[in-house]
């Protein structure tokens, strides 16, 4: 049976990232490098997804998982020792073969699928994704013969002057035919600069075989990109959240500058949505219709319902039903859960609460381990006192209470519904039905204390 086969490349340290995190695993858009090139991998058919770890091996496997399988290549001697170490899991298999760098996280499923299909429907033993560089500096570059077919690819290091002047380079993406692949591999030498086993040797040893080899130019060099370096890096960032933000407009939101909006993979937004400038979406966020994001707000793996509105505030693994508000200047911590028409408004900290439907949070305000009723006023400055050194404790108030300004509810407490609570109290036990809880001291006032001042009059 004829299958197709892809071997992502991940061995590689990075030294040039400068960094303890292993090159593959650096982000763009908020995906490691290597998850990106296996994400559109997955999108066309494979019979066989194995990836070439290395440096940072388990690490590489923990973020992919079960997606691929895995072969090991211990030590770094080149491209073409990395492909030979799948041998014990591809050699005998029938197809075609596509190999991948970890660190080319711009290539997309079409053109992987395009690569394909001309190698395919041409016949020929290998077929060479290329591009035009406008720089084609660092690159491997594809030498044609005066017919125009594939001579030779030659790394930079070790590039004539006039093979340095081509501007046609290797993308590093091949399709081969799998069982001439491990036959040639077999065959390839160490005795250049680097002193390693380079795969584009193989197209050598199929021209002087007198086999056909083929190439598959992409239009877009951008896909090309290889990541060596934190430039690069911001480079492909770049790119990338371009077309993030460019597939979100063109489904219906608005983005008014959308160079200054950053937008990870996977974030899901509806229709008629503002996202306003200097807005961070990262994780897991699903944002619904209607919706306004205001400039400079941060938004975390959260459900954002329809019609909400943020303002300029922090929300992290947190909820936010339809019609609330938040901001400007507040933080939804973890596990908060925000209801139906709810106000937040300046200032206003909340973590592992929830807090129903019609209620007012106006500013200056911590709510901390508490369920929150209907149609609540909760005053200025009041504070959900929930830890007492050691544990955290919750606090229940009921439907259509009042929290005066500057009141301090100490966990754990009960407060019933249709209650007020005096501003300026610390209130530690429960409150009935229909009760008004005061804990303050009465006013005393000192006459003429004003004069014994040392500024006074």
């Known amino acids: ?20 995190l292993y090159k593959v695993l650096h982000q763009v858009c908020g995906r490691t490098m290597v998850d990106c090139v296996l994400t559109q991998v997955e999108k066309i058919h494979m019979d066989n997804i194995v990836t070439v770890v290395g440096f940072g091996a388990e690490d590489v496997k923990t973020q992919l998982g079960d997606r691929s399988q895995y072969a090991l290549q211990e030590k770094q001697l080149g491209t073409g020792d990395a492909v030979k170490k799948t041998a014990d899991i591809l050699e005998d298999v029938d197809g075609s073969t596509m190999v991948v760098s970890g660190d080319t996280p711009l290539f997309t499923a079409e053109t992987f699928d395009h690569l394909f299909t001309q190698h395919e429907e041409s016949g020929a033993v290998a077929t060479v994704l290329t591009s035009k560089a406008p720089n084609p500096f660092g690159y491997g570059r594809v030498v044609r013969d005066d017919k125009g077919n594939v001579n030779k690819i030659v790394e930079q290091k070790d590039a004539s002057v006039a093979e340095q002047n081509i501007d046609e380079i290797n993308t590093g993406v091949y399709v081969f035919d799998n069982h001439e692949l491990f036959e040639a591999l077999k065959k390839v030498k160490n005795d250049n600069a680097q002193g390693e086993y380079y795969l584009p040797d193989v197209i050598g040893i199929f021209k002087e075989e007198g086999k056909n080899v083929g190439a598959y130019q ?12 934190r430039i690069a890096l911001s480079k492909a960032n770049q790119v990338m959240q371009q077309r993030i933000n460019e597939y979100h407009m063109s489904n219906g939101v608005t983005m008014p500058n959308p160079n200054d909006t950053y937008i990870d993979f996977g974030v899901e937004i509806g229709q008629d949505t503002i996202v306003e400038p200097g807005v961070h979406i990262s994780g897991h966020t699903k944002i619904g219709s209607d919706c306004k994001i205001g400039a400079n707000s941060e938004i975390r793996d959260c459900i954002i319902h329809d019609n909400v509105t943020v303002t300029s505030s922090l929300l992290e693994e947190s909820e936010m039903m339809e019609g609330s508000n938040i901001g400007p200047y507040s933080h939804l911590r973890p596990e908060a859960k925000i209801g139906e028409n709810v106000h937040l408004g300046n200032f206003v900290e909340v973590k592992k609460a929830q807090i129903d439907e019609g209620t007012k949070v106006g500013h200056l305000t911590y709510v901390g381990n508490a369920h929150l009723g209907k149609n609540i006023n909760v005053g200025c400055g009041v504070i959900f006192a929930n830890y007492d050194g050691k544990n955290k404790h919750n606090t229940e108030v009921g439907d259509n209470s009042f929290i005066g300004s500057n009141a301090n509810l100490i966990a754990p407490l009960h407060i019933d519904d249709h209650t007020f609570i005096a501003a300026g109290s610390t209130i530690t036990d429960d409150v009935k039905q229909y009760d008004m809880a005061i804990a303050r001291q009465r006013q005393t006032n000192k006459t003429g204390y004003f004069k014994k001042l040392p500024y006074a009059d």
């Open 218 to 229: 992409m239009k877009d060099f951008d896909e090309s990109m290889g990541v060596n370096d």
């Open 1 to 20: 049976m004829t299958t197709r086969n892809t071997i992502i490349l991940a061995a590689g340290k990075g030294t040039r990232m400068k960094s303890k």
